[in-house]
């Protein structure tokens, strides 16, 4: 609910993982470093996320979608949690 604004039963996701990286992100205040987490999530119908302002995006994919997508900018150890 805190970092989405979602409002799901517990049975309805798993957390499969998080990593953190070494990625860097700057703030006008500093920069602050870049935990990713990976949840297997059902629904009926595909809810709307509502990022906090500590947060840049959020998406919805499938597996296959999202280790396509997030190859080339996150580490190994992040796409290895996507299956």
Sequence with gaps: MEETGLQLQKRSFTNV????????????TGE????????????????IIQLSTEHTEAWWAT???AQKGLTTKYPSEFISLIK
């Excluded at 602050?32 to 119908?45: A, D, N, S, Y």
């Design 17 to 28: 993982g998080a990593t953190i990286s070494n990625i860097r992100i700057p703030l006008p």
């Design 32 to 47: 602050v470093g870049l935990i990713l987490f990976v949840f297997k999530c059902l629904w009926e119908e595909t809810p």
């Design 63 to 65: 597996p296959e979608e």
